[in-house]
């Protein structure tokens, strides 16, 4: 039911977002749906791909070893492996999403998966190389590497000590 | 939200999707089938495989019709959200949004660069020039550490198109609620930051 008032409220939005962009009457409406076709053709397969693979992923993982390593009861040490292994994950949002939903379904624990998601949304190895360093410069980088460092052990950590 | 194409040298100086400068150009083209594609494909197509072998055609029908479940019951979502971002992106005021930026906005500041990375749609191909205009724009170091941050780990278009697509929509929403202040509190400490955690002591002269 959430899900379903969520994805009405969202399709209202883009309602009002497609009128506002076609009362400019300067294209902005027919670039929109120009750019979300080219948007479409490259998120879409991924999606499926992604999803389709997860769910394969999870089927064949051991649940004991993801239980014991990564699971709610794995307390710290799991959200210090999560860690780890959000830094190490290559590539975009399908591969660390992907993982993340695997090791989710196998049995893995709600704030390892939190710390594991915040480590590659904060650190993802391929973004900040491929667009940050060359945009930002290596100064902003690392002090801004450096300064979020602490962040998702700390989420983690925060979610086992209230018991989440 | 890409991450095969090498960085754009033009954006570099930010001013493509700069304030000041008309409308964004059209958004860079992407190959659809890069390294990163291929490899989660071959992972899956072997996870299937292997699902077939090791664990019977009943679990594999299975997970396939819960899977196949799970993409179709996101394709609204993600159609909805990829066109609101492709038009709100048409549509952004930065000139607004930087003149709220700089180095007096206080914690007001603070709230609206995190809202401004909350909406921002796009990948990193836009977020990163537009912080670099939003500095050259006047904007301080506090306020672009919580643009950036609140980007990466609040930005609605991620969050609807790609994580809530695979993972609970509780655990996301719990994530998403741990991690509101973050942002906030990585501006407030930018600000403060001496030596190497000084992100851009030059723009602020």
Redesign the interface.
Known sequence: M??LI??VA??L??LI??V??WR?RDG??R???R??L???????????????????????LPPEFIEATLGPSSGLAGVALALVCGLAV??????A??I??SA?LAGAG?PQ??TF??AW??F?A??TL???L???GR??V???V???LP?PLA?GA??VVTG? | MTHGAPPPSGEKSGGADGPGDGKPKRLPRRRIVDGGFLFISVVGIAAALATWWLRGPEIFVAVLGDDIWLFAENMPKVLAAVLLACWLRLMLPREVIARHLGAGSGWRGLLIATGAGIVVPGGPMTAFPLSVAFLEGGADRGTVIAFVTSWLVLSAQRTIVWEIAFLDPELVLLRYLVSLPVPILLGWLARRAHGVLDVAPEAER
């Not at chain 1, 080219?38 to 064949?60: D, H, M, N, Q």
């Not at chain 1, 290559?90 to 591969?95: E, L």
Request: no cysteine; net charge positive; proline share 5%.
């Open positions: 959430t899900a969520f994805t969202l399709w939005g883009t977002f497609g506002l962009a400019r902005t409406f670039a929109g749906l750019d979300s080219r948007e479409y053709r490259f998120i879409i397969p991924r999606l499926a791909v992604g999803i389709l693979g997860a769910g394969f992923v999870a089927a064949i290559p590539g975009g949002p399908v591969i999403y992907a993340g939903a989710l709600t998966i939190v998601v915040s949304l904060l993802s391929n973004r491929v667009w940050e060359p945009i930002m100064r902003f690392v002090a801004r450096i300064m979020s962040v989420l925060l979610l989440t």
